[in-house]
T-cell receptor
Framework: DSGVTQTPKHLITATGQRVTLRCSPR?????VYWYQQSLDQGLQFLIQYYNGEERAKGNILERFSAQQFPDLHSELNLSSLELGDSALYFC?????????????FGDGTRLSIL | GNSVTQMEGPVTLSEEAFLTINCTYT??????LFWYVQYPGEGLQLLLK?????DKGSNKGFEATYRKETTSFHLEKGSVQVSDSAVYFC??????????????FGQGTRLTINP
């Protein structure tokens, strides 16, 4: 058990819809990361938050947004969903966000767009 | 930009065989290097890490040495078990890359161990 909790485990929805994925980091970790895992793109970094502030952005679409709340949990919002958004979305956390610190991953949310 | 290249899979071995999964990287600065393992239906688990040149990371019989001169971080295990069957990812994190601590992953190598 990594200590990172993601909900829900599975989401099935239709094109054009909006969903919210939730992540609770390990106790004490200030930095949260979101990644997308798909068969064609592999594991891609989406966005990082540190102590409530956005730290870095990767290949995140404009239809996607995220935030980190004062209690340090994070949410990833995906809107105007397309078939190509079907993927496994992982949240990870680390203590302070330094590059030499490992990131600890949740079990992911599997998003299926019908 | 930074990148990680892993040996193509899938890899199939017999139990007790020697394992090597090759990983090479390109980085702007002096990255930290990681191996993660993903079992079916689960998230990624940190297997081992190395944060500077010549460091050796080790865990559960797996080892990898940070080789700056060859920009490599190959994963090895002397005697694999059926329970080692999983997908293995090599990754780097490099603050010189626009100050981000994001992980850049290789494409993953699927390992199957037969009894």
């Amino acid at each position: 058990d990594s200590g990172v909790t993601q909900t829900p485990k599975h989401l099935i929805t239709a094109t054009g819809q909006r969903v919210t994925l939730r992540c609770s980091p390990r106790s004490g970790d200030l930095s949260v990361y979101w990644y997308q895992q798909s068969l064609d793109q592999g594991l891609q970094f989406l966005i990082q938050y540190y102590n409530g502030e956005e730290r870095a952005k990767g290949n995140i679409l404009e239809r996607f947004s995220a935030q980190q709340f004062p209690d340090l949990h994070s949410e990833l919002n995906l809107s105007s969903l397309e078939l190509g958004d079907s993927a496994l979305y992982f949240c990870a956390s680390s203590a302070t966000g330094y590059s030499n610190q490992p990131q600890h991953f949740g079990d992911g949310t599997r998003l299926s767009i019908l | 930009g930074n990148s990680v290249t892993q040996m193509e899979g899938p890899v199939t071995l017999s139990e007790e065989a020697f394992l090597t999964i090759n990983c090479t990287y390109t980085a702007t600065g002096y990255p930290s290097l990681f191996w993660y393992v993903q079992y079916p239906g689960e998230g990624l688990q940190l297997l081992l890490k190395a944060t500077k040149a010549d460091d050796k990371g080790s865990n559960k019989g797996f080892e990898a040495t940070y080789r700056k001169e060859t920009t490599s971080f190959h994963l090895e295990k002397g005697s694999v078990q059926v329970s080692d069957s999983a997908v293995y990812f090599c990754a780097l994190s490099d603050e010189a890359d626009q100050g981000a601590q994001k992980l850049v992953f290789g494409q993953g190598t699927r390992l199957t161990i037969n009894p």
